[in-house]
């Protein structure tokens, strides 16, 4: 019986998915762009953006487009790291912006309710405050021009 209740517990781990992949309808540069402005337009500071394809490209590698979008609230992240510091492993937060193997260009986030399984959090409003800011931000950078 404990076996059975490991194995299930770990194909829980295994298969449970706390990353959000979104298409986009721009490519991965307009898409980053897009990004930034609406979190910026939010009042959040972006504090970098990583080139993951170019830096591969230094080291005469081979890398789909990709590039990483960091960037956070300083009020929401330091009340979450006084609850658990550890938390700054996993803060600011990302999205990373890609052209998957079939050339399509995607958006990809971890869900918020991954920090409060990792970390010993009591912010279910902070945490629904995240799904619902990474939500928008990802609708509005890779959403479909109308014509």
Same mark, same amino acid.
């Given at each position: ?5 490991v ?11 706390d990353i ?8 991965v ?5 897009? @990004?930034?402005?609406?979190?910026k337009?939010k %009042?959040?500071s972006?504090?970098a953006?990583?080139?993951? $394809?170019?830096n !591969? ?6 890398l ?9 609230n300083a ?14 492993l996993?803060?600011?937060?990302? @999205? ?6 079939? %050339?399509v260009?995607k958006?990809a986030?971890?869900?918020? $309710?991954?920090l !409060?399984?990792k970390h010993v959090?009591?912010?279910p409003?902070?945490v629904?405050?995240?799904?619902k ?14 014509d």
């Amino acid at each position: 019986m404990k076996k059975i209740l490991v194995l299930l517990a770990m194909s829980g781990l295994l298969f449970g998915n706390d990353i959000i992949i979104k298409k986009s309808c721009e490519d991965v540069t307009t898409t980053t762009n897009n @990004i930034k402005k609406i979190v910026k337009s939010k %009042g959040l500071s972006v504090f970098a953006t990583i080139n993951h $394809s170019g830096n !591969a490209k230094m080291v005469d590698m081979q890398l789909n487009e990709s590039k990483m979008v960091i960037f956070g609230n300083a009020k929401l992240g330091t009340a979450l790291m006084q609850q658990d510091m550890t938390i700054g492993l996993d803060l600011p937060l990302r @999205i990373l912006v890609y052209k998957d193997h079939d %050339g399509v260009v995607k958006m990809a986030y971890r869900d918020g $309710s991954w920090l !409060a399984q990792k970390h010993v959090l009591d912010a279910p409003k902070k945490v629904a405050k995240i799904n619902k800011a990474m939500n928008m931000f990802t609708e509005k950078a890779g959403q479909c021009k109308k014509d």
